[in-house]
């Protein structure tokens, strides 16, 4: 079956630009989160969604950072005014409601020149 | 706040070696742990998980991984490695509180294994 994908895979852009980042979960999976992996790190978490509700924003690390998730399903990061320490990996993972493991995408490199 | 430690950043290992990482996080109350696997090229998948009953617990790839409390200890082991088993291996901890779902990450471990 298919797993979470996120586009792009790739994205370059410069600094003070605004990005979007996407992620589509495991079909049926309420629960969505948003991590970000700097080189030489373990990922740290962003933001968590159960449905179309953040049920745990503490890890946006300002108000650059928003994350929607309007319908359950699809959720869309976005970075406003980009600056180059934002330059990450963005994964993106989804869970069931009956268990905590969390299913990882590919991620979205991010570089911001 | 919840933190996670690894203390082997970078271990080279022979094949048939045997393996250790260690892992150890600071949370006062009842937590989750796991540790994922991430091999060159392909993105993070779980190894095995902790929530709760024999502290000892199995995964995939004869893996396996004990749980020690009055430690705040969650180390993985393998018992002989191979070249395949390289890759780069990251604990987890989530509080089993309420409905926090949040992973908190270690730096985490690259294994290379030698053929």
């Known amino acids: 079956g298919a797993g979470v994908s996120q586009t792009p895979s790739n994205k370059v852009t410069e600094k003070g630009k605004y990005v979007e980042l996407r992620c589509d979960p495991i079909s049926g999976h309420t629960a969505l989160y948003w991590y970000r992996q700097s080189l030489g790190q373990g990922p740290e978490f962003l933001i968590y969604?159960?449905?179309?509700?953040?049920?745990?924003d503490s890890g946006l690390p300002n108000d650059r950072f928003f994350a929607v998730r309007p319908e359950g399903s699809v959720s869309t990061l976005k970075i406003q005014r980009t600056e180059r320490g934002d330059s990450a990996v963005y994964l993106c993972a989804s869970s069931g409601h009956s268990t905590d493991e969390q299913f990882f995408g590919p991620g979205t490199r991010l570089t911001v020149l | 706040a919840q933190s996670v430690s690894q203390h082997n950043h970078h271990v080279i290992l022979s094949e048939a070696a045997s393996l250790e990482l260690g892992c150890n996080y600071s949370y006062g109350g009842t937590v989750n742990l796991f540790w994922y696997v991430q091999y060159p090229g392909q993105h993070l998948q779980l190894l095995l998980k902790y929530f709760s009953g024999d502290p000892l617990v199995k995964g995939i790839k004869g893996f396996e991984a004990e749980f020690i409390k009055s430690k705040f200890s969650f180390n993985l082991r393998k018992p002989s490695v191979q070249w395949s088993d390289t890759a780069e291996y990251f604990c987890a901890v989530n509080a089993n509180a309420g409905n926090n779902r949040k992973l908190i990450w270690g730096l985490g471990t690259s294994l290379a294994v030698n053929p």
């Open positions: 969604f159960q449905g179309t509700g953040a049920a745990d």
